[in-house]
């Protein structure tokens, strides 16, 4: 599936426990809107209000206003939370392996599919990417930060290098966290590791000009 191009999954947040504040004041349509002049090629909207100052009406908003693909990034982890995200109508949701068994995964992976919903799959080492394509997971992400839930800030900038040829040749590859930023993993080095696509969250909400920010990092 490795290209030339990457395609950037563009990140809607107000906020994150370890940085605080990034752009408390976004509007999400506005936002979704010029992440879609600027080239991305699907939105991600954090919708869990607690921890990112998201929303069910964040996600609606960016979806309406850009016409592009939108994944519901939450902590999903019940049949509930999957019907949930197909009422929202997020065209993809997000999987983690650490906060699931393996039949689980499963099982909420199949229904989401079920529902027309596209999976992406979350993992952060060998063995949660072998738990992953056992569920049968064919678009897995590989995240780069130790526990997204903490307010500690742990990075592990060359994650994603590491695991690209780990990854079976039909999975579509996301490198996810960490891109672009001052002292964080490259466009240059994502491409290089023939992964597919990037989600980049930080570096666009903060930059001020997300247009573009986003044509420099497509360039």
Known sequence: MASDDVAIIAEIKRRSPSRGDLNAGLDPAEMAAAYRDGGASCLSVLTNQEMFGGSGEDMAAASKAS????????????????????????????LIVADLTTTKLTELHQLALSLGMDVLTEVKSEAELEAALEAGADVIGVNQREKPKSEAFTMDYQRAERMAALFPDHVVKVAESGIAVPGGTTMAAVRDAGYDAALIGEALVTSGDPVGRLRELLA
């Open 67 to 94: 016409g592009l693909p939108v994944l519901r990034k939450d902590f999903i982890t019940s049949v509930d939370d999957v019907h949930e995200s197909h009422q929202m109508g997020a065209d993809a949701l997000l």
